[in-house]
Structures are given as structure tokens and as C-alpha cells.
């Protein structure tokens, strides 16, 4: 078997999804999603298909050792999301080559339902707390995420904690003990006042709290987790087993959240799960993105033994044949070969688009640039 040709399809509401096509006519679907850059991702994809083509897709690990080290710079968003969504492809196509789910190929699934937690994001505590009565009440979620704080300045006042206390006090309220609520910090914090509002929100008992300040200081993200009681995760704007390693070793998160459409696919992924393993670290994929994206998390979920729970936005609804399902919290592990999902080339159509999407500008007080 060999590959024949690559497809990039830009779908809304900002997804890149990647066709490799095979001389078989056998076509394994990936996502290549990077929010704000896809246009860019799509290039580097165009430029990775030079060599792919004429490639035996069962060849993963060859593939992906060439795409990682084949152009002398390796890493980053771009490079990593671009090989992240031909990887998800290559196990979509050895899966239906062997009519297997990729859980199967990986050694067999461990559990029988993902339990999957949704974001949330609202302007204010009462539309937050409308959000999360729907979701409980009209999904049928168990857990979910929302903003903890609005833009914060370099270092808070008490009157600025104390906003983000009353937001998760509100939540908790009407959630309940039953439903478990992370909190997402968004890198928003300087450390000392990641250090003083983890100390507040403990009270609430926050599933886990996320990017307590921004990545790249696993330092000083040991330094928050050593003072609190609430676990810490982060991950999501981490490339490949080399940058998750010194947060692993440092057991500066309880939680590594690797994206599937950014880390380095399903085949790096595993590969940082079970380096989290060894450090009694969870695995909690994040996904804010397009269906295929989930689906290649769940064939990981299903398989990795610290997995703890997935994020999803989309359930594939506007593209997938048979959307996913939640029933009390869980999404049931997919069985059909490959990734287990089939598009629906009607949706497809109607949903494909030009790509262009911009991140969200978000101005701090003074008038400078302030975290998304
Ligand atoms: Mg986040």
C-alpha cells in the first residue's frame, strides 16, 4: 500500500482536517486543527506530502520519525499539529486496513466508557451558572471547565480574587457536591497570585486547576502544586515527549493534558501518557477542537490505564455520520475500525470554509496585551 495524495479541508467553526488518501483507495481521516494558524499548518502539510507520497501508511512510527527529524528543525505548533493530524490519518488507515479500531492495535482498551468533561465560557457568574445547569440538566455531563477569572492584572487585588472565589462559590452552588468543576486559569496569573487564589478556591474543591500560569516554568508550577491541596494540570501548549519530560519528572502537575492535534498525534501521545504513568501523573486529553480530533483522543483514552477524563466541545454533530453520545458523563468507547467515525460528505460540504479564523484580542486595564 502506498500513499497517493494529501487533502486539507478547513471546516467551521476553525478546523483543519487531513485526508491521506492510499493507491488502495483506502482514506485515513486526521485533524491538523491549530486555533488561529491552520492556514499555516495546511502549508506545512502541502510541504510534508513531497516525501510522504509514494510512503506504505503502515509504516507509523517510520513516518513519523521522518516527519519529526526529516527537516533538520523539529517541533513547535506548526510542525507538531501538522504531523499530529497525518499520524491520527495513519492509524485511521492501518485500522480499517485490519478492520480493527485503533484501541485494538494498541494493546486492546482498558476500560468501556471515557468519561468526558465540556468547557464552558460566559460573560457572567449568572450566565455561568446558567451554562452549567444545562449541561447537567440537557447533556447529561458530570464534569465540565469554565474561565476562573476575568484579565487579571500582575499582581491582584483582594477585590479581583475574591471575583473569581464568588464565581466558582456560585457554580459549586449549583452544581453540587456530585459534579466535579476544573477551573482554567488560562496563564492569566503571575505566580504569587496563582499561589494566592489556588489557596482561596480550595474551600469550592476544584476538580483540578489548569495553566496556573503559563507553560514553559515547570518550576514554578511545582512551586503552586507544592502549596495546594487542588490538583494541577497543564499541557495543552506542549509539543512532544521532550517538552512534556521535565514537568513529568519534576511532578510539577498532578495532570498532563497533551492535545491529540498538537503533541505529536496518537503515537506521541501514548508515548507521554506512559511517561505520566511512571510518575503516578493522570492523563486528561485536551480537546477544544473538531470531532476527529476526539476521536483519536478516545482510541488514547481507551487504552492508557492513567487516563483520567476528556475534554470535548463537539459531540460531531454538523460532520459526522453517527455523532458521539454522552450517557451519565461517559462517551461509550468507539468500535468500528480505524478511529471509529464516519463523515457525512453532505455535512462536509456544508461546512467546509476558507480557514480564516483569528484568535480573540483581549486588552488589560492599562491598554497592553492581556492573555486569552
Ligand atoms: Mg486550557
Given at each position: 500500500m502506498?500513499?497517493?495524495?494529501l487533502e486539507?479541508?478547513?471546516?467551521?467553526?476553525r478546523?483543519l482536517?487531513?485526508?491521506v488518501?492510499?493507491?488502495?483507495?483506502?482514506?485515513?481521516?486526521?485533524e491538523?486543527?491549530?486555533?488561529?494558524?491552520?492556514?499555516?499548518?495546511?502549508?506545512?502539510?502541502?510541504?510534508?506530502?513531497?516525501?510522504?507520497?509514494?510512503q506504505?501508511p503502515r509504516?507509523?512510527?517510520h513516518?513519523?520519525q521522518?516527519?519529526?527529524r526529516?527537516s533538520f528543525y523539529?517541533g513547535?505548533p506548526?510542525?507538531c499539529?501538522?504531523m499530529?493530524?497525518?499520524?491520527?490519518?495513519l492509524?485511521?488507515?492501518l485500522g480499517?486496513?485490519?478492520?480493527?479500531?485503533?484501541?485494538?492495535?494498541?494493546?486492546g482498551?482498558?476500560?468501556?466508557?471515557?468519561?468526558?468533561?465540556?468547557?464552558?465560557?460566559?460573560g457572567?457568574?449568572?450566565d455561568?451558572v446558567n451554562a452549567?445547569r444545562?449541561l447537567?440538566?440537557?447533556?447529561?455531563l458530570?464534569?465540565?471547565?469554565?474561565n476562573?477569572?476575568?484579565m487579571?492584572?500582575p499582581?491582584?487585588?483582594p477585590a479581583?480574587?475574591q471575583a473569581?472565589?464568588?464565581?466558582?462559590g456560585?457554580?459549586?452552588k449549583?452544581a453540587?457536591?456530585?459534579v466535579d468543576?476544573?477551573?482554567?486559569f488560562h496563564g492569566?496569573?503571575?505566580l504569587?497570585?496563582?499561589k494566592r487564589?489556588?489557596?482561596?478556591?480550595?474551600?469550592?474543591?476544584?476538580?483540578f486547576i489548569e495553566?496556573p500560569?503559563l507553560?514553559g516554568?515547570?518550576?514554578?508550577?511545582r512551586?503552586i502544586?507544592e502549596?495546594t491541596?487542588?490538583?494541577i494540570a497543564?499541557?495543552?501548549r506542549?509539543f512532544?515527549?521532550?517538552?512534556?519530560?521535565e514537568l513529568?519528572e519534576?511532578?510539577?502537575v498532578?495532570?498532563v493534558?497533551?492535545d491529540?492535534?498538537?503533541a505529536?498525534g496518537?503515537?506521541?501521545?501514548?508515548?507521554?501518557?506512559?511517561?505520566?504513568?511512571?510518575?503516578?501523573?493522570?492523563?486528561?486529553?485536551?480537546c477544544?477542537?473538531?470531532?476527529?480530533?476526539?476521536?483519536?483522543?478516545?482510541q488514547i483514552?481507551a487504552?492508557?490505564?492513567n487516563?483520567?477524563?476528556?475534554?470535548?466541545?463537539?459531540l460531531g454533530?454538523?460532520?459526522?455520520?453517527e455523532?458521539?453520545?454522552?450517557e451519565a458523563?461517559?462517551?461509550k468507547v468507539?468500535?468500528?475500525?480505524?478511529?471509529?467515525?464516519?463523515?457525512?460528505?453532505?455535512?462536509l460540504?456544508?461546512?467546509?470554509?476558507?480557514?480564516?479564523?483569528?484568535?480573540?484580542?483581549?486588552?488589560?486595564e492599562?491598554?497592553?496585551?492581556?492573555?486569552?
Open positions: 502506498k500513499i497517493s495524495r486539507t479541508i478547513h471546516v467551521r467553526p478546523w482536517l487531513v485526508r488518501h492510499t493507491d488502495t483507495g483506502l482514506i485515513g481521516l486526521g491538523s486543527s491549530l486555533e488561529g494558524r491552520s492556514l499555516t499548518v495546511e502549508t506545512m502539510i502541502r510541504e510534508m506530502s513531497r516525501w510522504l507520497i509514494g506504505d509504516r507509523i512510527e513516518i513519523w521522518h516527519l519529526h526529516g523539529r513547535g506548526i510542525h499539529s501538522a499530529s493530524g497525518i499520524d491520527m490519518a492509524w485511521d488507515i480499517k486496513h485490519l478492520s480493527a479500531p485503533v484501541h485494538q492495535l494498541l494493546g482498551r482498558v476500560r468501556d466508557r471515557i468519561r468526558v468533561y465540556a468547557w464552558t465560557d460566559a457572567t457568574s449568572d455561568y452549567v444545562d447537567r440538566d440537557n447533556c447529561g458530570t464534569a465540565f471547565k469554565y476562573a477569572t476575568g487579571m492584572r499582581l491582584s487585588n479581583a480574587l473569581a472565589v464568588d464565581r466558582l456560585a457554580l459549586r449549583i453540587g457536591p456530585q468543576i476544573a477551573a482554567d492569566r496569573l503571575t504569587p497570585d496563582a487564589l489556588t489557596k482561596l478556591l480550595e474551600p469550592h474543591q476544584p476538580m495553566e500560569i507553560p516554568d515547570a518550576d514554578g508550577l512551586e502544586a502549596s491541596c487542588i490538583p497543564s499541557g495543552e506542549l512532544t515527549r521532550w517538552q512534556f519530560q513529568i519534576k511532578r510539577a498532578r495532570i493534558q497533551p491529540l492535534a498538537h505529536g496518537i503515537s506521541e501521545v501514548r508515548r507521554i501518557a506512559a511517561m505520566a504513568e511512571s510518575r503516578d501523573i493522570l492523563l486528561a486529553p485536551h477544544p477542537l473538531g470531532p476527529v480530533a476526539l476521536a483519536a483522543s478516545l483514552d487504552t492508557c490505564p487516563f483520567f477524563i476528556q475534554e470535548h466541545v463537539t454533530e454538523t460532520l459526522l455520520k455523532p458521539f453520545g454522552v458523563g461517559y462517551i468507539p468500535d468500528g475500525p480505524g478511529l471509529g467515525i464516519e463523515m457525512d460528505e453532505s455535512k460540504t456544508n461546512e467546509q470554509f476558507d480557514g480564516i479564523w483569528d484568535n480573540p484580542r483581549f486588552t488589560a492599562d491598554g497592553g496585551f492581556a492573555e486569552w
